[in-house]
């Protein structure tokens, strides 16, 4: 019953994080213009457009060549949130709030961004339904799981797995919901949910120590998101890199030889 108790706490725990942190201003991606920020320049405009309206992958492009163009958004989001980590109090409802400490929501706050980017780029549809700035429960459950990916949760990945072999084009969006919300995988996302819980109310405790310690504190503080964020990042890229869905053989159409008669051409 104790530990009942305890994982439904920690689940809470992480719901209010990830609420407070998608509170946070610029942590909604818009997947078009990502792509075409992220791709323009490397690729032809019809390979871009291409791959905006259906999927890097179905545009042909190999998950190798998109490996720069993803540790390049990592190293982009790892450089702000460390930058960001010692800051004590953020504007608005936020710091009113006064449930969750500013660094470690700014800390999901990237996390959420870094995950739609790698997302996006390794063929996920948006994340964020439609212009919606808060996330739906279907959402909330996807990253969730990206974040069971990162911090090697149990169950993560195979869970990932599972929405994503069901996953094609326009259809993902509600084949992912069917599966998040029917119960297929959705007690893997509660106890992911349980284990990031209580994973982040050790963080928080060691960082509160951390800041016990005027300036140096901020420094202990911003070197542990440093040394932890940027290697969590390359793990989800690396797991999404490797799905069929980020594959472009996966959308070449193989045609039969013809073996002769009226239908073949001359």
């Known amino acids: 019953m104790a530990e009942e108790e305890a994982e439904g706490q920690a689940v809470e725990t992480l719901q209010i994080v990830i609420a407070s942190a998608a509170q946070i201003p610029g942590v909604k991606i818009s997947r ?3 792509l075409a920020s992220a791709l323009r320049g490397k690729f032809s405009p019809e390979v871009v457009a291409l791959a905006i309206a259906s999927s890097p992958a179905a545009a042909g492009i190999s998950p190798d060549e998109l490996s720069p ?23 608005g409802g936020l710091a009113a709030a006064g449930t969750v400490p500013a ?10 961004r870094i995950s739609q980017k790698l997302a996006y780029l390794y063929g996920w549809e948006n994340i964020f339904e ?6 739906d429960d279907e959402a909330k459950s996807l990253l ?3 974040m069971g990916v990162m911090f090697g949760a149990n169950g993560a990945a195979d869970a990932v797995a599972k929405i994503a072999q069901n996953a094609a084009g326009a259809a993902q969006k509600q084949i992912a919901q069917k599966a998040l919300t029917k119960g297929v ?3 893997v996302v509660k106890k992911v949910s349980g284990y990031l819980g209580v994973k982040m109310t050790r963080d928080v405790f060691a960082k509160g120590v951390s800041k016990v310690i005027p300036l140096i504190g901020g420094v202990i503080s911003g070197g542990i998101t440093l040394a932890t964020y940027a290697p969590m990042c390359l793990k989800l890229k690396g797991y999404l890199a490797e799905l069929e869905m980020a594959n472009p053989r996966a959308f070449v159409v193989e045609v039969a ?10």
């Open 130 to 135: 439609g212009t919606a700035e808060e996330l």
């Open 103 to 112: 660094d470690l929501a700014q800390y999901f706050a990237h996390v959420i």
């Open 185 to 187: 995988v959705y007690p």
């Open 69 to 91: 163009i993803a540790d390049a958004s990592i190293r982009y989001e790892a450089t702000k949130v460390t930058a960001l980590s010692a800051v004590a109090g953020l504007p």
């Open 144 to 146: 969730i799981l990206f």
């Open 257 to 266: 030889p013809c073996e002769g008669g009226d239908d073949c051409e001359k």
């Open 32 to 34: 078009e213009k990502y």
